[in-house]
Protein backbone atom coordinates (compact mmCIF):
# COMPACT_ATOMS: atom_id res chain seq x y z
CA UNK A 1 0.00 0.00 0.00
CA UNK A 2 3.03 2.76 0.70
CA UNK A 3 3.56 2.44 -3.32
CA UNK A 4 0.16 4.04 -3.71
CA UNK A 5 1.44 7.16 -1.94
CA UNK A 6 3.60 8.16 -4.38
CA UNK A 7 1.66 7.62 -7.16
CA UNK A 8 -1.14 10.06 -5.31
CA UNK A 9 2.01 12.75 -5.03
CA UNK A 10 2.47 11.79 -8.78
CA UNK A 11 -1.47 12.20 -9.78
CA UNK A 12 -1.44 15.25 -7.31
CA UNK A 13 1.81 17.19 -8.69
CA UNK A 14 0.32 17.33 -12.40
CA UNK A 15 -3.38 18.00 -11.03
CA UNK A 16 -1.03 21.07 -8.92
CA UNK A 17 -0.10 22.25 -12.43
CA UNK A 18 -3.65 21.90 -14.25
CA UNK A 19 -4.82 23.61 -11.88
CA UNK A 20 -2.82 26.78 -12.20
CA UNK A 21 -3.32 26.96 -15.95
CA UNK A 22 -0.49 24.82 -16.81
CA UNK A 23 -1.61 20.79 -17.61
CA UNK A 24 1.75 19.37 -18.66
CA UNK A 25 0.24 18.01 -21.95
CA UNK A 26 -0.03 21.59 -23.04
CA UNK A 27 3.26 22.77 -21.93
CA UNK A 28 5.44 20.24 -22.59
CA UNK A 29 5.72 20.12 -26.36
CA UNK A 30 4.93 23.73 -26.37
CA UNK A 31 8.57 24.31 -24.68
CA UNK A 32 10.20 21.08 -25.85
CA UNK A 33 10.02 19.27 -22.02
CA UNK A 34 10.14 15.79 -22.43
CA UNK A 35 9.71 14.93 -18.62
CA UNK A 36 9.56 15.65 -15.02
CA UNK A 37 11.69 13.08 -13.67
CA UNK A 38 11.71 12.67 -9.79
CA UNK A 39 15.45 13.15 -8.54
CA UNK A 40 14.70 12.88 -4.69
CA UNK A 41 11.71 11.96 -2.86
CA UNK A 42 10.70 10.60 0.38
CA UNK A 43 7.62 10.12 2.99
CA UNK A 44 6.59 9.68 6.56
CA UNK A 45 3.77 7.17 7.25
CA UNK A 46 1.77 8.19 10.12
CA UNK A 47 -1.93 6.48 9.76
CA UNK A 48 -3.27 3.37 8.04
CA UNK A 49 -5.06 4.33 4.30
CA UNK A 50 -7.08 1.80 4.43
CA UNK A 51 -9.33 0.02 1.09
CA UNK A 52 -12.23 2.35 0.15
CA UNK A 53 -11.18 5.03 2.27
CA UNK A 54 -11.79 8.86 0.72
CA UNK A 55 -8.12 10.31 0.39
CA UNK A 56 -7.43 13.76 0.46
CA UNK A 57 -3.93 14.68 -0.92
CA UNK A 58 -2.64 18.46 -0.43
CA UNK A 59 0.04 19.67 -2.49
CA UNK A 60 2.08 22.42 -2.44
CA UNK A 61 4.68 24.39 -4.46
CA UNK A 62 7.81 24.99 -1.59
CA UNK A 63 10.84 25.55 -3.30
CA UNK A 64 11.81 26.36 -7.23
CA UNK A 65 15.03 26.67 -8.18
CA UNK A 66 16.72 26.70 -11.62
CA UNK A 67 16.74 23.48 -12.71
CA UNK A 68 14.04 21.80 -10.17
CA UNK A 69 11.38 22.66 -8.13
CA UNK A 70 9.98 21.05 -5.18
CA UNK A 71 6.28 19.93 -4.34
CA UNK A 72 5.55 19.13 -0.64
CA UNK A 73 2.19 16.63 -0.08
CA UNK A 74 0.05 15.88 3.06
CA UNK A 75 -2.22 12.50 2.78
CA UNK A 76 -5.26 12.25 4.55
CA UNK A 77 -7.95 10.45 5.00
CA UNK A 78 -10.83 12.58 7.20
CA UNK A 79 -9.36 14.94 9.34
CA UNK A 80 -6.24 12.08 10.05
CA UNK A 81 -3.11 12.80 8.21
CA UNK A 82 -1.56 10.05 7.36
CA UNK A 83 1.69 11.09 5.73
CA UNK A 84 3.85 13.72 4.41
CA UNK A 85 6.01 13.48 1.77
CA UNK A 86 7.63 15.59 -1.18
CA UNK A 87 9.03 14.96 -4.57
CA UNK A 88 12.23 17.08 -5.90
CA UNK A 89 11.73 17.24 -9.96
CA UNK A 90 14.05 18.60 -12.77
CA UNK A 91 12.59 19.66 -16.10
CA UNK A 92 14.35 18.10 -19.09
CA UNK A 93 14.47 19.29 -22.71
CA UNK A 94 14.07 17.29 -25.90
CA UNK A 95 17.11 16.14 -27.81
CA UNK A 96 19.30 17.43 -29.23
CA UNK A 97 20.37 19.10 -25.90
CA UNK A 98 18.33 16.29 -23.57
CA UNK A 99 20.96 16.81 -20.82
CA UNK A 100 20.44 20.55 -20.62
CA UNK A 101 17.97 21.43 -18.24
CA UNK A 102 15.26 24.01 -18.50
CA UNK A 103 15.14 26.94 -16.38
CA UNK A 104 13.87 30.73 -16.73
CA UNK A 105 10.61 30.19 -18.39
CA UNK A 106 9.68 27.61 -15.95
CA UNK A 107 10.35 29.93 -13.07
CA UNK A 108 8.62 32.64 -14.48
CA UNK A 109 5.52 30.62 -14.90
CA UNK A 110 5.54 28.82 -11.86
CA UNK A 111 6.57 32.11 -9.27
CA UNK A 112 5.00 35.35 -11.51
CA UNK A 113 2.27 36.14 -14.10
CA UNK A 114 -0.86 34.67 -14.77
CA UNK A 115 -0.35 32.20 -12.62
CA UNK A 116 0.32 34.96 -9.55
CA UNK A 117 2.19 32.88 -7.21
CA UNK A 118 2.28 29.03 -7.50
CA UNK A 119 3.34 29.00 -3.96
CA UNK A 120 0.06 30.31 -2.98
CA UNK A 121 -1.73 27.78 -4.71
CA UNK A 122 -1.92 24.65 -2.66
CA UNK A 123 -4.01 22.02 -4.37
CA UNK A 124 -6.27 19.21 -3.15
CA UNK A 125 -7.07 16.04 -4.65
CA UNK A 126 -9.04 13.46 -3.55
CA UNK A 127 -8.93 9.68 -4.57
CA UNK A 128 -10.44 6.56 -3.39
CA UNK A 129 -7.93 3.97 -1.79
CA UNK A 130 -7.99 0.43 -3.85
CA UNK A 131 -5.82 -2.44 -3.84
CA UNK A 132 -3.28 -3.03 -6.34
CA UNK A 133 -4.79 -4.82 -9.56
CA UNK A 134 -8.54 -3.83 -8.53
Do not use: Q
Not at 21 to 32: A, D, E, S, T
Not at 53 to 62: C, N, T, Y
Not at 86 to 112: C, G, Q
Amino acid sequence: MYSCFFEWFDLATEALFESVGLPWPVIFPRYGIVGVPIVESGARFAAPVRYGDLVHVRSALSDVRERTFRIDHVVGVGSTRCATGFEVRAWVSAPPSSSKVTSSWVTALMTSGPVTNMYDEPRTMKTKSVMAGE
